[in-house]
């Protein structure tokens, strides 16, 4: 079992900057591959960004276009996104999400743990 919580979230103006933060807890940090997703409402949800177990692969959605950055420390056991330039269409409930395995998924169905969500919300 793994628990997965985040923080960080909130309003901010467009073309402002938030810091997501995922704490993990329960089993080794470093044996799961770690995604971000979001879900606004009447959409489906979709994969934000993911990193590999150490860290030194990651994979962006192309809406991302450069404005975000996910990375993770596994000494503190969290990993992270970074934000920037944020549109109104970012708006979503985000959600981090635990994979055990290698293979880059991209489907919120192939992962194993998730987190609660949290809102982030930005304004036009």
């Known amino acids: 079992q793994v628990q997965l919580v985040e923080s960080g979230g909130g309003l901010v103006q467009a073309g402002g900057s938030l810091r997501l933060s995922c704490a993990a807890s329960g089993r080794t940090f470093t044996n799961y591959a770690m995604g971000w997703f979001r879900q606004a409402p009447g959409k489906e949800r979709e994969l934000v960004a993911r990193?590999?177990?150490?860290?030194?692969?990651?994979y962006y959605a192309a809406f991302v276009k450069g404005r975000f950055t996910i990375s993770r420390d596994n000494a503190e056991n969290t990993v992270y996104l970074q934000m920037n330039s944020l549109k109104p269409e970012d708006t979503a409930v985000y959600y981090c999400a635990a994979d055990n395995t290698i293979v880059v998924h991209t489907r919120w169905h192939d992962y194993d743990y998730w987190g609660q969500g949290i809102q982030v919300t930005v304004s036009s």
């Open positions: 990193i590999s177990r150490s860290g030194s692969s990651t």
